[in-house]
Every structure is written in structure tokens, then in C-alpha cells.
T-cell receptor, first 120, second 111 residues
């Protein structure tokens, strides 16, 4: 089974520039996550999709970050304009979990290799 | 506020010793808890998933326990090897599908 694919693996940009990351989840996984991991810290959830709808984006800095999940499969995360403090690893994850009415079925989350962003 | 804490932040043991990694969380109403391993410069590798109805989960040399009432999970790694050196992260599913992570425990196993 193919894992979660992310690209690019590394990106170096100057502050105020824009950047985009791409994620292809495991086939059939309805839930997709974007996490930000700053060096020495645990990953922080930026946004969670269920199919192509947003479930949680409470920690997404919406003045500069945006994300979309077209047709409930691939997803892109964009930063515009970037700041020095955006330097981090951006991780994409997916899981099979589905929310149906009052019943939640959560399953194991699988992560991609991440994109290391350096803003200079 | 729902929080996940991992103590210690770093741990060094000689090869062959058993590893004990701790994770505590502030809210007992969880869906599940997942342990991950992260190697330098790499993504996260899932080790074990414990559903809220389970008390423990085992895979090879790894065993994870869950005590919701006390808000604790422990990951045991038996007979540690240098290849076990990595950062171990605990993630708690407090609300449906939303994984909240601890800061991790960095483990070094010396030959």
C-alpha cells in the first residue's frame, strides 16, 4: 500500500515570498491533516479535512495560510507571504476515520515524510 | 485546556535495558491514543494505536498501556537496541479525529 506522499521535501525561500506544499493521502482515506512542526516541538495541527470539507482550522493563521482539498483527495497548503517564524517541517497525514451522524470512527493516522521549509 | 505532556524530554540508556516512556493527558474523554517514532529529518512512523476501550496494545518488543482515569499512557520497549534511538511522540485524539501531540521524548540507546 502506498503511503502519504508529500512534495517538495525541502524548500528555501525569502521572507515575504509565497510557497505551496502538496500532499497525496493514502487511497480511500477520508481524513487529511496538515501539521506544523517547529524544531524541538511536537506537531501542531493547522487544518483537518473530512473529504473536501474543513473540520478544524482553528490554529491556521488565516491571514497568511490557506489550504484546500480538491475533490476530497489531494491537498495543497499555501503560505503567502512567508515570515521567518514559518520555518518548520510541514507534515501531512491521513486516516480512514469517518464521522457519520453521532458515531465517530477514528483509525490510525499515517504521516508523510514532510516538507522542511526554511525562510531566510 | 486539553494538553499532552511527555516526561522526560530526553533519555539515555545502555543497550539491553528496557525503555519506559510516559505520556500524560488532561482530559479522560478520549477516542484513542497513538504512539509514533520520528527519526531525525524524517516523518512520523506509527507504532501503536490504543482505542479508548482498550487497556493495552502490543507489537513485537513494544507494549503500550492506557489508563484513561488517571490520564496516562506508557510505552515499554523491551531489550533496547541502538536502532531504537529516535524521538517518540504520543498523540491523543481528544475530539474526533484531531490528534494532539506531546513534545516527545528523545531516546538514545548506547552500544
Amino acid at each position: 500500500e502506498a503511503g502519504v506522499a508529500q512534495s517538495p521535501r525541502y524548500k528555501i525561500i525569502e521572507k515575504r515570498q509565497s510557497v505551496a506544499f502538496w500532499c497525496n493521502p493514502i487511497s480511500g482515506h477520508a481524513t487529511l491533516y496538515w501539521y506544523q512542526q517547529i524544531l524541538g516541538q511536537g506537531p501542531k495541527l493547522l487544518i483537518q479535512f473530512q473529504n473536501n470539507g474543513v473540520v478544524d482550522d482553528s490554529q491556521l493563521p488565516k491571514d497568511r495560510f490557506s489550504a484546500e482539498r480538491l475533490k476530497g483527495v489531494d491537498s495543497t497548503l499555501k503560505i503567502q507571504p512567508a515570515k521567518l517564524e514559518d520555518s518548520a517541517v510541514y507534515l501531512c497525514a491521513s486516516s480512514f476515520g469517518k464521522f457519520m451522524g453521532g458515531s465517530a470512527h477514528t483509525t490510525e493516522a499515517f504521516f508523510g515524510q514532510g516538507t522542511r521549509l526554511t525562510v531566510v | 485546556k486539553q494538553e499532552v505532556t511527555q516526561i522526560p524530554a530526553a533519555l539515555s540508556v545502555p543497550e539491553g535495558e528496557n525503555l519506559v516512556l510516559n505520556c500524560s493527558f488532561t482530559d479522560s474523554a478520549i477516542y484513542n491514543l497513538q504512539w509514533f517514532r520520528q527519526d531525525p529529518g524524517k516523518g512520523l512512523t506509527s507504532l501503536l494505536l490504543i482505542q479508548s476501550s482498550q487497556r493495552e496494545q502490543t507489537s513485537g518488543r513494544l507494549n503500550a498501556s492506557l489508563d484513561k482515569s488517571s490520564g496516562r499512557s506508557t510505552l515499554y520497549i523491551a531489550a533496547s537496541q541502538p536502532g531504537d534511538s529516535a524521538t517518540y511522540l504520543c498523540a491523543v485524539n481528544f475530539s474526533w479525529g484531531k490528534l494532539q501531540f506531546g513534545a516527545g521524548t528523545q531516546v538514545v540507546v548506547t552500544p
